[in-house]
């Protein structure tokens, strides 16, 4: 049997739900998908998010991923990819983020340790914020917010329509801004992005 037969065979398993196959993908796989990652990310650990990512998203959707030439690495490296660019914008938008902190002049241990709380405490509210919303509607505002995506680029990722992602990001933005209360400038950035259509 040719080693393209051989994994044609072993991705029919893998997509009847075989966890043996699929760890046997894994195995041939992973190396190349990891140095794509690699190429697209500065640090190791986010190439082995993307990677994990990846071999995630094809076991989730193995019941339509079709082979190219018998394989299933050009599927991942494709989708690999895109995770990885995602993770780049997302980061970038997080370093935005954090640079628009408020930063005085002088700073004094007692200032770092005070902002330093304030963060922690308003990271910890802004986690429990999310965790009382939908699913759905927490992970349109990531996908927005974060990851760059558009709502309309957003909402098929949820399973929702465009005008009802819209609709759901708007009434989910409102919900934090309540459980939050008064808004500091960085948590009105996190709610207005992803206005884009």
């Given amino acids: 049997?040719?080693?393209?037969?051989?994994?044609?065979?072993?991705?029919?398993?893998?997509?009847?739900?075989?966890?043996?196959a699929f760890a046997d993908l894994f195995r041939r796989h992973r190396d190349a998908v990891f140095r794509r990652a690699s190429a697209l990310v500065d640090r190791a650990?986010?190439?082995?998010?993307?990677?994990?990512v990846a071999f995630f998203e094809l076991?989730?959707?193995?019941?339509?991923?079709?082979?190219?030439?018998?394989?299933?690495?050009?599927?991942?490296?494709?989708?690999?990819?895109?995770?990885?660019?995602?993770?780049r914008r997302g980061g970038v938008r997080y370093r935005r983020l954090l640079a628009a902190l408020p930063r005085s002049e002088a700073r004094d241990a007692e200032?770092?340790?005070?902002?330093?709380?304030?963060?922690?405490?308003?990271?910890?509210?802004?986690?429990?914020a999310l965790s009382g919303l939908d699913p759905k509607d927490a992970a349109l505002l990531t996908l927005t917010a974060l990851d760059g995506l558009t709502v309309a680029d957003a909402a098929p990722l949820v399973g929702l329509k465009a005008g009802a992602a819209r609709t759901r990001l708007m009434r989910a933005r409102r919900r934090l801004q309540q459980d939050l209360g008064p808004k500091p400038s960085h948590v009105t950035w996190f709610l207005s992005e992803g206005e884009r259509a």
Avoid: C, F, Y
Wanted: aromatic share 4%.
């Fill in 1 to 20: 049997m040719s080693e393209k037969n051989d994994e044609t065979e072993i991705w029919e398993r893998a997509r009847a739900d075989s966890g043996e």
């Fill in 111 to 128: 200032h770092e340790a005070v902002t330093s709380m304030e963060t922690e405490i308003l990271g910890i509210r802004l986690r429990e």
């Fill in 59 to 87: 076991w989730r959707k193995r019941k339509s991923v079709l082979l190219v030439d018998g394989t299933v690495l050009p599927w991942l490296l494709v989708t690999v990819g895109n995770t990885a660019r995602n993770q």
């Fill in 45 to 52: 650990h986010d190439a082995e998010d993307a990677t994990a």
